[in-house]
Antibody, heavy 118, light 111 residues
């Protein structure tokens, strides 16, 4: 059974850092490209960042470029999102989601809530 | 690319059909001829679930009352007979262009 389990969310002050993790199981993690997708409270879905299976190709949404860093550890079947200089508008549930070839977002985690507030 | 869904709210009667429109600001036909338009369902309090890939292909386990159609810039998700478990928000998403972009979502509720 495929499982994606996010962790690391919580309350953080504006300007502060936070690191999210996504633990994968039930599939060959290194064969899948991975994404972070977020959803602000009561709002729609927004792609945040992408990383290839090897980690060699990375993309970010303009809204987070220069502040967020995506990475993965295929030996640990884990995906990460290091977030810095957090803003109120980064408040959202953050999901990790898979991509394989042209198949986007078939598997999703349950999400982890990040709240940026003083 | 801007993805525009309509309506944003869709009250439906149980057993009746429902239809959601999704329009893109540019053609979603990729250079290889494929069209990377997806539909997702998000039930209250749950993560999104993919229903349809590449316009009209149902994902495994998706009831056949869900169907996708369209081409170019105009796409539609249809539910032939709405059931109580279909309540939630439905999103279209395009991945022909970069970055992948979602529509605003359509909230389906029971009248």
């Amino acid at each position: 059974e495929v499982k994606l389990v996010e962790s690391g969310g919580g309350l953080v002050q504006p300007g502060g850092p936070l690191t999210l993790s996504c633990a994968a199981s039930g599939f060959t993690f290194s064969s899948y490209e991975m994404n972070w997708v977020r959803q602000a409270p009561g709002k729609g879905l927004e792609w945040v960042s992408y990383i290839s299976g090897s980690g060699s190709t990375i993309y970010y949404a303009d809204s987070v470029k220069g502040r967020f860093t995506i990475s993965r550890d295929n030996a640990k079947n884990s995906l990460y999102l290091q977030m810095s200089s957090l803003r109120a508008e980064d408040t959202a549930v953050y999901y990790c989601a898979t991509k394989k070839g042209n198949s986007w977002y078939y598997y999703w985690g349950q999400g982890t809530l990040v709240t940026v507030s003083s | 690319v801007v993805m525009t869904q309509s309506p944003l709210s869709l009250p439906v009667t149980l057993g009746q059909p429902a239809s959601i429109s999704c329009r893109s600001s540019q053609s979603l036909v990729y250079s290889d001829g494929n069209t990377f338009l997806y539909w997702f369902q998000q039930r209250p309090g749950q993560s999104p679930r993919r229903l349809i890939y590449e316009v009209s292909n149902r994902d495994s386990g998706v009831p056949d009352r869900f169907s996708g159609s369209g081409s170019g810039t105009d796409f539609t998700l249809k539910i032939s007979r709405v059931e109580a478990e279909d309540v939630g928000v439905y999103y279209c998403m395009e991945a022909t262009h970069w970055p992948p972009t979602f529509g605003q979502g359509t909230k389906v509720e029971i009248k």
